[in-house]
């Protein structure tokens, strides 16, 4: 079973910075995207950014220049750090990942983390 846990979130004012965790563990044998999503209440999830095998990375116009992503492969984890915050960057932010979990079977899966919270707002 594959697991994704998040940290980072929090309240934070207009203009300061926050940095997402999230860790990925359990049964894996490789894991091939990781990437950054959020919602808001009523909307659909967003692409926030992504990292794609090879070491390109895909972010959200509205979150260019401000945001980057970065992975450590050796620990399967990616992070999320986030400059220049605005209030319309005031979302639940998803982790997620695409994973092959078994040697027997190269069947790749998604799966997403919990979910942690960030707003921000004076």
């Known amino acids: 079973q594959v697991q994704l846990v998040e940290s980072g979130g929090g309240l934070v004012q207009p203009g300061g910075s926050l940095r997402l965790s999230c860790a990925a563990s359990?049964?894996?044998?490789?894991?091939?995207?990781m990437g950054w999503y959020r919602q808001t209440p009523g909307k659909q999830r967003e692409l926030v950014a992504a990292?794609?095998?090879?070491?390109?990375?895909n972010y959200a116009d509205s979150v260019k220049g401000r945001f980057t992503i970065s992975r450590d492969n050796a620990k399967n984890t990616v992070d999320l750090q986030m400059n220049s915050l605005k209030p319309e960057d005031t979302a639940v932010y998803y982790c997620q990942a695409v994973i092959r979990p078994s040697v027997s079977r190269s069947n790749l899966y998604q799966y997403w983390g919990q979910g942690t919270q960030v707003t921000v707002s004076s």
């Open positions: 359990g049964s894996i044998v490789s894991i091939n995207t």
């Open positions: 990292l794609i095998p090879g070491g390109s990375t």
